[in-house]
Every structure is written in structure tokens, then in C-alpha cells.
């Protein structure tokens, strides 16, 4: 059982059969290795995270959370992030009680195409 926000998104985006084609096993919370070469990847970050007591208690957090994807073609990095939409959105598990699409930007740089969505999710600290 999931015992933190970062196991549980990273267990939920793990078990999606059409980002896993894309993306294999590389997802990263926080942020990429180094040495991470082969795209497309994946990595997401909790940028902000406030208490929230008006849900079920006041163990209840607010996170802007941010998935970030390169990949060498613009498709790819679109697919990358259409899938982890399909996964987060209604998405309710242990800790993740719910999350909403904040926006999205893409970029053209010099390694791929980056492609980043934003969410607020709501989840149970523990």
C-alpha cells in the first residue's frame, strides 16, 4: 500500500499499459538522472504543497504537482502527457483523493520536445 503521494503516483502512472509503451520504467519523481539518455521519459515534481483542512481532516494536503515529458517528437512528448492526464484525472487511490488539470505548456529545446502539465491534487499525509 502506497504510504506517500510520490509511491502512489508513481505506482498509478506504472500501472497504465500505454504510458508504460512510451516510456518504459522511466518515470522519476523529483528529477531525472544525469545520466538519462534514451527518450521519451518522464519526471514529475511537487513544487508546492499546503495543509488543507476542509476535505477530511486536517491531515489533508494541497500539492501543485508538475509532469514533465521529452521526447524527440512532439508527438510522443503529447502522448506522454495525454496519458498521464488519462491516469491522474478522477484518479483515487490511498493517499491521492483527487486532481485537476491546471494547464499545460510545450517547448521545443535543444534535447526533444517538452511538453509539462499542471495539476492540483489533493492527497492524505500520513
Given amino acids: 500500500m502506497p504510504s506517500s503521494i510520490q509511491e502512489e503516483l508513481r505506482a498509478a502512472l506504472g500501472a497504465n499499459p500505454a504510458l508504460m509503451a512510451l516510456v518504459g520504467d522511466r518515470i ?10 534514451p527518450t ?23 500539492s501543485e504537482v508538475e509532469f514533465h515529458a521529452l521526447a524527440d517528437t512532439y508527438a510522443t512528448a503529447k502522448a506522454v502527457i495525454d ?20 494547464g499545460t505548456s510545450e517547448e521545443t529545446t535543444e534535447d526533444g520536445y517538452h511538453h509539462v502539465v499542471r495539476m492540483t491534487v489533493w492527497w492524505v499525509k500520513s
Fill in 40 to 62: 521519451p521519459w518522464l519526471y514529475y515534481v511537487v513544487p508546492e504543497s499546503v495543509p488543507f483542512d476542509a476535505l477530511d481532516g486536517p491531515t489533508d494536503v494541497r
Fill in 83 to 102: 496519458a498521464v492526464l488519462a491516469v491522474v484525472e478522477g484518479y483515487t487511490g490511498t493517499v491521492l483523493k483527487r486532481a485537476f488539470w491546471d
Fill in 28 to 37: 522519476y519523481p523529483g528529477e531525472i538522472p544525469d545520466d538519462e539518455d
